[in-house]
């Protein structure tokens, strides 16, 4: 167990929708990272945020956007669904900006 | 661009060493690192090696690095079938200001059979 907790385990959702994915970093990580891992397109980076900024961006969507809180948790919003966005989404954290990432367990995503 | 690339695939006898082997494409990586992925599981972090060591031991586990050639392996001496899933070697890059994302190999699935 890292310590990084994700929810929901698994959404299933249709085409056109909106669903929210939620990360707890570990106690005391500032940095929370999400990826995006597909069969074709293995495990690529989204986004990176750190005490609440948005540090870098990967390959995300115009129609994917994150945001982490005062807490420290983040939530990335996947809106507009299509059936290639369905895939495992992981969200990663670290104590700061460049430290060890570790894994929380992930959500799997289907659009039907 | 960046790439990491690696094997897709290995099949090993239980008790045998695995290696693992991946090469990457930015010679500024700082640290690169190695996952392992059960089935149904998230990513686990084995190990992780500096840019300026050339080899990294823990328990089964060595790690040696090639800077000049960007090569990295990753040994599991005494292969167990609970060593069963994918492996994936990740460099870590300065990215559009940040200092830490990770790019990953596509992964290599090892298989050991008993």
């Known amino acids: 167990d890292s310590g990084v907790t994700q929810t929901p385990k698994h959404l299933i959702t249709a085409t056109g929708q909106r669903v929210t994915l939620r990360c707890s970093p570990r106690s005391g990580d500032l940095s929370v990272y999400w990826y995006q891992q597909s069969l074709d397109q293995g495990l690529q980076f989204l986004i990176q945020?750190?005490?609440?900024?948005?540090?870098a961006k990967g390959n995300i969507l115009e129609r994917f956007s994150a945001q982490q809180f005062p807490d420290l948790h983040s939530e990335l919003n996947l809106s507009s669904l299509e059936l290639g966005d369905s895939a495992l989404y992981f969200c990663?954290?670290?104590?700061?900006?460049?430290?060890?990432?570790?894994f929380g367990p992930g959500t799997r995503l289907t659009v039907l | 661009g960046e790439d990491v690339e690696q094997s897709l695939f290995l099949s090993v006898r239980e008790g045998d060493s695995s290696v693992i082997n991946c090469t990457y494409t930015?010679?500024?990586?700082?640290?690169l690192y190695w996952y392992k992925q059960e089935p149904g599981a998230g990513l686990q972090l084995l190990t992780y090696i500096f840019s300026n060591m050339d080899m990294k031991q823990d328990q089964r586990l060595t790690v040696l690095l090639n800077k000049k050639d960007k090569h990295l392996s990753l040994r599991i001496a005494d292969t167990q079938t609970g060593d069963s899933a994918i492996y994936f070697c990740a460099e870590r890059m300065n990215y559009g200001g940040s200092q830490g994302n990770l790019i990953f190999g596509k992964g290599t699935k090892l298989s050991v059979k008993p």
């Open positions: 945020y750190y005490n609440g900024e948005e540090r």
């Open positions: 990663a954290s670290s104590p700061g900006d460049g430290d060890t990432q570790y």
């Open positions: 930015d010679s500024s990586s700082t640290y």
